[in-house]
C-alpha cells in the first residue's frame, strides 16, 4: 500500500520543540518533492515548507520562518520538520503530502498538485 505516515505531534509549552516524521512505504521518496501543511481549527489549510526531491530549495511560510526546518533522508525514505520556538498559533493538524514531476528524477519544491497525502499528526502547543 502506497502510503506517507506522519508521526511526532504532541502536546509542547510556548518556547519548546517538537520534530515531525514522515515516512514513505509502498514506494521510495527519492523523486518526490515534500511538503508539509497545517490546518488549524476552523481555518483553511496552509503550506508551512516545502523541499525538492534532492534536498535543495527549502521553502517557508512566512509565519514560520527562522523557527522551522525542513529537511529529508531519502535513505531512510523519510522526510522531517523541525519547529523550534513553537507559539500558541502553530497549533494545528500537520500533513505530509509528495509530488512528482511525471517521470521526472528530479521534482521543484511546491504546494500542489500533491500525489501522496499523510493522515496528519496534531500539534498542539499551549501552556
Not at 97 to 120: F, L
Request: hydrophobic share 30%; proline share 2%.
Amino acid at each position: 500500500q502506497l502510503q506517507l505516515v506522519e508521526s511526532g505531534g504532541g502536546l509542547v509549552q510556548p518556547g519548546g520543540s517538537l520534530r515531525l516524521s514522515c515516512a514513505a512505504s509502498g514506494f521510495t521518496l527519492n523523486y518526490y518533492a515534500i511538503a508539509w501543511f497545517r490546518q488549524a481549527p476552523g481555518k483553511e489549510r496552509e503550506g508551512v515548507s516545502c523541499i525538492s526531491s534532492s534536498g535543495g530549495s527549502p521553502n517557508y511560510a512566512d509565519s514560520v520562518k527562522g523557527r522551522f526546518t525542513i529537511s529529508r533522508d531519502n535513505s531512510k525514505n523519510t522526510a522531517y520538520l523541525q519547529m523550534n520556538s513553537l507559539k500558541t498559533e502553530d497549533t494545528a493538524v500537520y500533513y505530509c503530502a509528495a509530488a512528482r514531476n511525471g517521470a521526472s528524477t528530479y521534482t521543484a519544491c511546491r504546494y500542489y498538485g500533491m500525489d501522496y497525502w499523510g493522515k496528519g499528526t496534531l500539534v498542539t502547543v499551549s501552556s
